[in-house]
Structures are given as structure tokens and as C-alpha cells.
């Protein structure tokens, strides 16, 4: 579990990128959709997520605009901009491209036991 | 126990400066807290067991407060060049000092020389200073930094300027001296005073219509 998270880890921005091409999300949203999706296997460190929020927010790729929630605290809103959707592209053939040699190297492996 | 989520996050960010956008990370943080706290209540976890589980997911803070901060860092290096600007300005009106000594000791045109070249070192010391000096860096958007950028600035171009002045007027009374020890006619080269005020006027109307 430990070096799948450490892998997930390196991908936080592309997920995050990929949660907000459907539409609008907050911190806990975006933490809880995660979960869902890995059945509980998986979830971000409130730390993390925001660290990656703010280095896609200072690259241009996101931007963020507080809530008008009329009931409770205002929720701080996240949406991808045209820069992060080129971007969400290609770090998502990077990772394809990185999966197939990654795939290749350990398939070789296998062969030899 | 949501207040005491609150409190929890008060003493991750005592350190923190009290920046906008530092209480807008801690109010966003909290308000997620918040969520995932209600979320696991709503589940059937009891007050604690969902406290300890916010708690926890929370993680490492510490980097991301010194990214928000910048500032830290930042004030840091400032102070260090406060310092070799303190010392810069120090050697430079300390050499205009000692440029005198030569004068009234020796009385000659080398004495001028040794004085002219003492002074014209503070000068380019003052300026070398003045150029390298560190823009102040904005720690956050608010108006207040806004401020003191715009401030830091103006100030710049001040003693720029001053700089400038203080050089040419240096070198008129290099000139006069020089002149007036070689020619030995003093009657008249104080015409020199009154050009060179001309001149001063002249350049810095100049500076003017340039910005």
C-alpha cells in the first residue's frame, strides 16, 4: 500500500485536474470523490491536497473563488481553466506512456522466474 | 468538538503570519475539517473517533504554511541586505571624509588627485549600492503590500537620483580645485560653481521629462 500512495502521491495534481473537468469542486469534495472511486483504499492528506492546489492555482491551471453558501462557513471552489485542461492532457499521456514502459520492464522480468 | 477541531488548527498555524491569505488556507482547511467531521458523524462514528480521524488526515502542514508564508525567507534575506547596504553607505561617507585629509595636509594638485579618486570610490559605492538593492517582494495581493511595493519604489528612484547629484557635484568641486591649483586663477574659476548649477538643474529637468 505504501508504494502504491507514494505513486498516487506523484499524481495528485493530475487527479485533481481530472475531478475538476466535470465541474466546480472543493478540498473535502475532491478528498471524498477519491475515496469513492478507490472504494477507501486511498485518500489525500488534507496538507497534500492543498499544496497541490496551490502549485496548480500559481501555474495557472486552476483558479479559485469562494462559495456563496448561505448556510454555515463559505466553501473556498475550485474550476479548471483552458491551461489546465491542456495540461490535464498531457500529464495524462505522460502517465499512459510511463505505464506501458513500466508495464514492459516488469512483463521482462516476470519472464525469467 | 468542532471547536476543538478549530483549536487544533489554531496551534498548527501559530507560527504562521497572519496574512489574508494565510486565514483563507486555515478557514478552507477548517471548513473541510468540518465536512469530513460530519460526514463520519452522519456515518455513526462518535465525537472522538471522528475528531481523532480529521485530526489525522490533516497531515504535515508545516510545508505548506512556509510556501504560503513565502515571507519567511523572504524577510530574512532582506535583513541581510539591509545589512550590506548599512555597511556600503558606512565606508562610502567615511572615505568623503577622509578625501579632505590629503587637501589640508599636503596642499598640491596630487593631494586634489588622491581626493578626487577617494571620492569618486564612495560614489560608485553609493550607486553600486543604490542599483542592487533588493525589490521588496509582495507577500501577499492585499493593498497594504501594494503599498509598500509602490513606496519602496519611489524611493529607489530617489536616491538614484541623489546619487547622481551628489556625484556630479563632487566632481564640479574636483574641477574647481584642480583648475584653480593649476592655473592659480582663482579670480575666476569659481565661475564654475554657478555653470555647474546650471548644468545640475538642466539634467535633472531632463529626468523628469524622461518618466
Redesign the interface.
Known amino acids: 500500500m505504501s508504494i502504491a500512495s507514494d505513486l498516487i502521491r506523484g499524481h495528485t495534481e493530475t487527479i485533481i485536474l481530472a475531478q475538476l473537468l466535470e465541474k466546480d469542486s472543493y478540498g473535502y469534495e475532491i478528498n471524498k470523490a477519491m475515496q469513492q472511486k478507490t472504494a477507501h483504499r486511498f485518500e489525500l492528506k488534507e496538507a497534500t491536497l492543498y499544496t497541490a492546489f496551490r502549485r496548480l492555482e500559481e501555474s495557472g491551471c486552476i483558479r479559485s473563488y469562494w462559495g456563496d453558501e448561505t448556510t454555515g462557513a463559505r466553501r473556498r471552489y475550485y474550476s479548471i481553466t483552458p491551461l489546465g485542461r491542456e495540461s490535464y492532457r498531457l500529464r495524462k499521456k505522460e502517465w499512459k506512456d510511463a505505464k506501458t514502459l513500466i508495464d514492459k520492464l516488469i512483463m521482462e522480468e516476470d519472464t525469467l522466474l | 468538538m468542532k471547536e476543538a477541531l478549530r483549536q487544533y488548527l489554531d496551534t498548527l498555524f501559530v507560527d504562521a503570519p497572519e496574512t489574508v491569505r494565510m486565514l483563507?488556507?486555515k478557514?478552507?482547511?477548517?471548513?473541510?475539517?468540518?465536512?469530513?467531521y460530519d460526514?463520519l458523524i452522519a456515518e455513526g462514528k462518535s465525537e472522538q473517533a471522528a475528531y481523532d480521524i480529521a485530526v489525522v488526515?490533516?497531515?504535515?502542514?508545516r510545508?505548506?504554511i512556509d510556501?504560503?508564508a513565502g515571507g519567511a525567507a523572504n524577510t530574512k534575506e532582506r535583513e541581510k541586505a539591509r545589512q550590506r547596504s548599512a555597511l556600503f553607505v558606512s565606508i562610502a561617507v567615511g572615505l568623503y571624509i577622509l578625501s579632505i585629509i590629503p587637501v589640508v595636509l599636503m596642499a598640491n594638485p596630487a593631494s586634489v588627485g588622491i581626493m578626487f579618486a577617494m571620492a569618486a570610490v564612495a560614489t560608485g559605492l553609493l550607486i553600486y549600492n543604490g542599483a542592487t538593492r533588493p525589490r521588496y517582494v509582495k507577500s501577499d495581493d492585499t493593498v497594504v503590500e501594494e503599498f509598500k511595493a509602490w513606496k519602496e519604489e519611489k524611493s529607489g528612484k530617489k536616491s538614484g537620483r541623489g546619487a547622481f547629484t551628489g556625484a556630479l557635484w563632487l566632481a564640479i568641486v574636483s574641477i574647481y580645485l584642480l583648475l584653480s591649483f593649476f592655473t592659480n586663477a582663482w579670480y575666476i574659476t569659481w565661475i564654475i560653481f554657478p555653470i555647474g548649477g546650471a548644468v545640475s538643474l538642466v539634467i535633472s529637468g531632463i529626468f523628469d521629462l524622461k518618466q
Open positions: 483563507e488556507l478557514e478552507e482547511i477548517f471548513q473541510n475539517l468540518t465536512d469530513k460526514d488526515s490533516i497531515g504535515d502542514v510545508a505548506l510556501a504560503q
